[in-house]
């Protein structure tokens, strides 16, 4: 894979606050993320050491990391693979972190200080600059910078550890379905009225605005995740729709009326 004849070292700087192994996980971890390894590659032990720089040991520790994390899965005799997160697990994260939103914007309502405040405003006018310009990436990296702001602003330290590891699993499904359209302009005026609620200091407010925006974002994942298997049925490459596929399909039906 090209991906992986870059040669990306670990600095001096990281080395003297982290671990080696930490250091080799964050690369892999930000490799995956970025799309350099899509879900279903095989991660290769040998040639990340030889990317990294490092010995074997570091990167199996850090495949064990990442494991833990959500992000790969070990198959016994075959090797390591990052995860393809089926459409019913991702299904579960959206309504987690529906729930864990509503709080968010409930807490923030009544204790974002303004200097807090300025910096989600600054994000929203960031991400409304993306959707004039058509650049989806830009968008994308706003959208999940806004969205992690957001609940470390609340000091949760726990409820943003359970938060980060969710929208990194979720990550690896939604990457497969933004390529299939991603209405960029109503999911940035959703982002306004949350913040809107939130500045009003209207708990109930923003805590709905949040909880709704991601309900909505889960419909739309549900809707393109659907087409996506309709093109490939079509092109002779999808696996056979699965019961949880008819399932999605009606629900799909039903938010579309």
Sequence with gaps: MEAMNAVVLPTLELLRTSSLTTVVQQEIERAILDGEYPPGSKLVEATLAERTGVSRGPIREAFRALEEAGLVR???????FVR???????????????????????????????AGLKEVRGLVDAMEKAVKAEDAHAYHLLNLQFHDRLVEMTGNRKLTAIYRKLIKE????RRLNLAS???????????????????????EGAARAMF??????????????????????????????????????????????
């Excluded at 070990?74 to 390591?80: D, L, S, W």
């Excluded at 579960?92 to 972190?97: S, Y």
């Excluded at 968010?104 to 200080?113: D, E, N, P, S, W």
């Design 181 to 203: 359209g991603w209405p960029m302009p109503v999911s940035a005026g959703e982002h306004r009225a949350i913040v809107k609620a939130i500045a009003a200091g209207d708990a």
């Design 212 to 257: 709704e925006h991601v309900m909505e974002s889960k419909e739309r994942t549900i809707a393109n995740h659907l087409k996506r298997q309709q093109r490939l049925a079509s092109q002779g490459t999808a696996a056979p729709a699965s019961e949880s596929d008819s399932s999605l399909s009606r629900k799909a039906t039903r938010a579309d009326r």
């Design 74 to 80: 070990t198959e016994k005799n075959r090797g390591v």
């Design 170 to 173: 979720l990550s690896l499904f």
């Design 84 to 114: 393809d997160i089926p459409i019913d697990e991702a299904i579960e994260i959206f309504d987690l972190r529906a729930a864990m939103d509503e709080l968010v914007g409930r807490q923030l309502a009544q204790h974002i200080t303004p």
